[in-house]
């Protein structure tokens, strides 16, 4: 299922494609220490047109076997974040996890916030969810914010709950029920 979402004139919330590649790898270069932090460490690989080619090749397959939904937040054609929903369940759990990241030029601006509401409105409707988890570092405010006024509540602390920046990191765990 293709998704296109405008958020205004300008940014646009849309399914990534492989034609993403060569500009999503320039956005991980120009936003390697903003992401770095909050991110697994990666290999230079990563970082080229080749790398994430591989990368969304992997989101794509995942996303035909109903696994995830990976999106592109785009300002006009430049690449400036992702959302990702991944670890689709069905069954009696209906849930997925939220992944995000914006362009450190664009942050502060109400973007993700917006770009997550997006997300909700579609987790909820077209791709049929009950449930979305998302997880911050105990120190990242700005993510807390978003989810905060995403209408998503904590629901605890996780200890060692991803392996960030190369340590296993504790993690505060929010939920957002979609439906009852
Ligand atoms: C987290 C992130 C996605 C937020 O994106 P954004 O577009 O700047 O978010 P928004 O502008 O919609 O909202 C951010 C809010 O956090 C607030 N904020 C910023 N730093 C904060 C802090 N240290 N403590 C508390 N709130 C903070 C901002 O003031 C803003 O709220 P306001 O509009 O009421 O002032 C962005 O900072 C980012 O990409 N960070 C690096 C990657 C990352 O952390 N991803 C999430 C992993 S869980």
């Known amino acids: 299922m293709h998704h296109d979402i405008a958020l205004s004139d300008d940014i646009r919330l849309r399914s990534l494609a492989l034609a993403d590649a060569a500009a999503l790898a320039e956005a991980y270069r120009r ?5 770095e932090p909050t991110s697994p460490i990666r290999d230079e690989t990563f970082f080229s047109e080749e790398g994430q080619r591989t990368e969304i090749e992997r989101a794509l397959a995942d996303e035909k076997a ?5 999106l592109a937040l ?9 959302v990702t929903l991944s670890g689709i369940a069905r069954g009696a759990f209906q849930s997925a996890n939220l992944g995000y990241w914006i362009d450190a030029e664009y942050a502060g601006r109400g973007l993700m916030t917006a770009a997550v509401q997006a997300t909700v409105a ?4 077209a791709i049929g ?7 911050t570092l105990v120190d990242n405010g700005a993510s807390q914010a978003v989810l905060h006024r995403c209408g998503f509540e904590r629901i605890g602390m996780a200890p060692e ?3 960030i920046a190369g ?12 439906s009852s």
């Open 122 to 125: 579609l987790a909820g409707t």
């Open 167 to 178: 340590r296993w990191q504790d993690h505060l765990l929010f939920q957002r029920i979609l």
């Open 66 to 70: 109903g696994g995830g939904v990976p």
């Open 31 to 35: 936003n390697r220490a903003h992401l």
């Open 161 to 163: 709950y991803l392996r």
């Open 129 to 135: 969810l009950h449930r979305i988890q998302a997880s």
């Open 74 to 82: 785009l300002d006009e054609d430049l690449i400036i974040g992702r």
